[in-house]
């Protein structure tokens, strides 16, 4: 018992500093040790937190363990194997037989079967198509990237066939080879491959001008919808999918700022009705007073008489209407139909109440 009391006496001079207070002379009040936790430098978050930020301001791009790995790859797509300056004799005897027929494709498929010659041309066409987009950046000569609106609208009406057709007007050689590799050779349908086509022209724009990053904000929001983790992003951000976490909040700040002045909700409560959900034939009552309903709106605002009003509930609220809608389905009269009743949607407000209750606590 007594080694236990040593041992736990030594562990709180340890942890703790023992401070004595001072107390006025003449006082009858009892000079009692007060214990104040220590704070070493693994514990201090003030001094760790400055150097934590002294580590992000001196970091730049991917650390550097993440890179060695890729140094060998670097080098072979960087150094370019050295050509021949000249053609042998056979080499320009063939070539020119070959352009006295005037042959196109045969002046191609020769002039091809020429390795230094074949090298000298892609290195040429290499040259030429990596400079178009510095000129994707200047404003001043009437070109505006598709890829480089970046406001609400942008990015809520994007449309890869616009995306595409930018993308074949400034590259069409690169697009012509890509689809050669995606498809195969008596494939005639591109519509399935359109949407990636349109991503991978977006990984390679924003990879050469950060401001061309229309398509990786879009999928940045798309994630953000769905609530994904830091650590997502940041993977997908590695390999030219997604913007980093960073400049996904800052874009969710732009799209929250709104100039104009938005017009007031109108709340109209409805009564509640005595039937209960469960049952089909109540559901059918339900929609049935709700067909009533927007047709005395329709006819007292003189609005379209073909108007869909959509309606919501929960999940299990949304199935058991869809499916009593069902039953109307094919009738004579419209109004049985359901004609004025839009879509169903699922509100997850049980999900909202959820997340009230978790903060409340």
Known sequence: MDNNFEENRQLEREMFLVEIPMTPAGDNIPQVPVLKPKVTDEHNYNKNGQENTAKKQSHVGAPKKRLQKFLPMVERLTVKPTTLSFLTPKECLNLL??????????????????????????????????????????????????????????????????????????????????????????????????????????????????????????????????????????????????????????????????????????????????????????DVKILTWYQNLFQQVITGSNADPNTKFQIGGDQLTRERLTQAMLLRYGNINPNDEFKNVGRCVAEFFHLGMNFLEKVSE
């Open 97 to 282: 037989s070959v352009i006295k027929t005037g042959n196109i494709k045969s002046i191609s498929t020769q002039i091809l079967s020429v390795s230094a010659l074949r090298k000298q041309i892609i290195t040429d066409i290499i040259n030429l198509v990596g400079k178009r987009p510095e000129q994707m950046l200047n404003k001043k000569k009437g070109f505006v990237s598709v890829l480089m609106e970046k406001d609400f609208k942008a990015l809520e009406t994007v449309k890869f066939e616009d995306v595409l057709i930018e993308f074949q007007e400034k590259f069409p050689e690169l697009l012509d080879m890509i689809v050669a590799i995606m498809l195969p050779k008596d494939e005639t349908s591109v519509a399935n491959v359109v949407p990636r086509l349109a991503m991978i022209y977006g990984i390679i724009m924003q990879t050469r001008h950060h401001e061309l990053s229309r398509m990786q904000r879009v999928v940045s929001m798309c994630l953000a919808d769905n609530i994904c983790d830091q650590s997502v992003y940041d993977r997908l951000n590695r390999i030219g999918v997604s913007t980093s976490y960073t400049v996904a909040l800052s874009t969710i700040n732009q799209l929250d700022k709104i100039s104009t002045p938005c017009q007031k909700t109108v709340t109209v409560p409805l009564p509640c009705l005595p039937y209960n959900e469960q049952y089909l034939q109540d």
